[in-house]
């Protein structure tokens, strides 16, 4: 069956370009971008938790025009520095320093993140113990509130029928208290982008993150192209991070809410069979105009604007987008996947924490 998976894969997805021998079993990556503070508050214990014969730390600098390299230079000049040419955001910014990585595994790490010891290793060893997994995350908490999970992960990612992501820990805005009720490997529908493990091979075949989405949702892309290959997305509590969160684009960015709306369209679009694509787009419609009306409601005419854009440049990008479809061999929702609407449940039936969603909504449709 394995051997059926990897064909499919290499069947419809770009070749697998190998190195013939790898320098360093895992790279953990951090994509700097002006952020020499974060570099300064939480570099030391990556540095002390992470440096092995088998881990290497780079720092891979996104065309930071603050004193970042300057720092790094003064301060880690034994840690290996990648320059970007230019900020082309989260996916083309790790796309360009990952090229130049020669290492089994990638960990794309997030700079204002604190590890913890021995966080690499244990999620490696699993990984390795399975070679279908294709990426996986640890448990993320807040930096803020140690005792709770953080948004941009929490304890694995999921997705609902029309699109929403949403974590185990996390639904919308209300995260839940780490009371030992996620402890559990369990296989999920998107890793974090904040620490993402990642098989290397597998990266470069599904041609790694996707540079027209810049920042937001590429990793749940990725994760959906991973999962529409065959290959699983993992999460595994043997390890814990804590996460400030917002670090380059605070919520309430109108740049953020134009990301999230355009980003959303395009991973749809590229990545739901073809049988869904059309339902799913017409209630995701009014649904994304019901939301444009809320923020006019509530006199945030800069979110309102941002929706607006989000659609006009969608629409204009759709051709490339339809490229990008004709790669992907899509499947039908599977894995991690709840069959009815979280909008639904959270606002009409006030379910906020993912144990009062009912298990055998999850899977396959």
Not at 58 to 87: G, T
Not at 132 to 160: N, T
Not at 236 to 249: E, N, V
Request: some cysteine.
């Amino acid at each position: 069956m394995a051997g059926k998976k990897k064909e499919l894969l290499l069947l419809h997805q770009p070749p697998i370009i190998a190195f013939m021998d790898y320098a360093v079993e895992t790279a953990v990556v951090i994509l700097n971008w002006n952020g020499k503070d974060f570099l300064e508050k939480f570099l030391p214990k990556v540095v002390e938790y992470t440096c092995s014969a088998d881990t290497q730390v780079i720092i891979a600098d996104n065309h930071s025009d603050d004193d970042s390299v300057a720092f790094l230079e003064a301060h880690y000049p034994q840690l290996r520095l990648i320059r970007n040419a230019e900020n082309g955001g989260f996916a083309k910014g790790y796309n360009d320093a990952l090229k130049q990585v020669n290492a089994r595994f990638y960990v794309l790490l997030n700079s204002d993140i604190e590890v913890t010891p021995d966080w690499v290793a244990p999620v490696i060893r699993k990984m390795k113990a399975d070679p279908m997994v294709g990426a996986a995350q640890p448990k993320l908490l807040s930096y803020f509130q140690k005792d709770r999970f953080e948004y941009a992960g929490a304890a694995g990612g999921f997705i609902d029928r029309l699109g929403y992501p949403f974590c185990r820990g996390r639904i919308f805005d209300h995260t839940e208290p780490d009371q030992g009720q996620y402890e559990d490997e369990r296989e999920i529908f998107w890793a974090t982008g904040a620490a993402l493990f990642v098989r290397s091979d597998l990266f470069r075949a599904l041609g790694g993150l996707d540079a027209d989405f810049f920042a937001h949702m590429e990793e749940i892309d990725f994760c959906w192209r991973l999962h529409n290959a065959g290959y699983k997305v993992m999460y595994y509590p043997c390890a814990t991070l804590y996460h400030i969160g917002g670090g380059t684009l605070p919520k309430s960015s109108p740049t953020k809410t134009y990301l999230n709306f355009r980003n959303n369209l395009a991973l749809l679009y590229k990545n739901l069979p073809k049988k869904k694509l059309w339902s799913v787009f017409c209630l995701r419609f009014w649904m994304d105009a019901a939301a444009a009306m809320l923020f006019l409601l509530k006199r945030q005419g800069a979110d309102f604007r941002a929706v607006c854009r989000a659609y006009r440049d969608f629409y204009r990008q759709k051709k490339r987008h339809r490229v990008k479809r004709k790669t992907i061999t899509q499947r039908p929702y599977g894995t991690g996947v709840y069959r009815k609407s979280i909008v639904a449940q959270y606002y009409l039936r006030r379910k906020t924490t993912f144990t009062a969603l009912s298990p055998e909504d999850f899977g396959h449709e």
